[in-house]
């Protein structure tokens, strides 16, 4: 199973590929961080945001995308703009028919250090050991998409496959329909 790994921002969105085989290793299969400049007006950063993650949709062909649940931040303005960047990833999942699951910061953080209150350095550790990288990748916002995806491994459901594949078909099947 393939795991698309969608670490929110308006700046700065971490991408994380992970793949899991069937003897359970997992192997990262690709990794980078989306920027926009804070320059452009917020209409042309968001269709950045989509153009880019479309390009790493069709190039990775994820079975789940797998996205850091906003649930409270005390700057209303960085919770605003992580909740827009995690609705393009909705969306981009919605029209390609893969199916989405958020998971919050401490659901990663139990999942891939042991506890739910590990620290970024912690996280970032783990990463690379359970990945077998050389080296951590960065910057941390690449870290983090990595570990929502490995989070999703472990704590996803089997459903999952079969939920992906029932998905994907419709799309199939609507654009043959269309077409």
């Not at 990663?108 to 970032?124: H, P």
């Not at 990288?133 to 960065?138: A, G, N, S, T, Y």
């Not at 570990?147 to 199939?172: F, M, P, Q, T």
Request: aromatic share 2%.
């Amino acid at each position: 199973m393939r795991v698309l790994g969608v670490d929110p921002g308006l700046t700065r969105c971490g991408l994380g590929v992970v793949d899991k085989s069937a003897s359970q290793v997992l192997t990262m299969v690709g990794v980078g961080v989306i920027r926009t400049s804070p320059d452009l007006s917020l209409e042309l950063r968001l269709l950045e945001l989509e153009t880019q993650l479309l390009l790493w949709v069709e190039k990775y062909s994820p079975d789940v995308i797998a996205v850091e649940r906003v649930f409270s931040q005390l700057n209303v303005r960085t919770a605003m703009a992580t909740g827009q960047a995690a609705g393009v990833a909705l969306l981009i999942a919605a029209r390609a028919g893969i199916p989405v699951m958020m998971h919050t910061p401490s659901e990663v953080k139990a999942a891939v250090t042991g506890s739910g209150r590990a620290d970024k350095t912690q996280i970032a550790t783990m990463v690379q050991r359970l990945l077998k990288l050389d080296e951590i990748p960065k910057p941390v916002d690449s870290t983090d998409a990595l570990a929502l995806a490995i989070c999703h491994h472990w704590r996803g459901s089997g459903d999952n496959l079969r939920a992906a594949a029932l998905a994907k078909e419709k799309v199939r099947l609507k654009k043959l329909a269309i077409s």
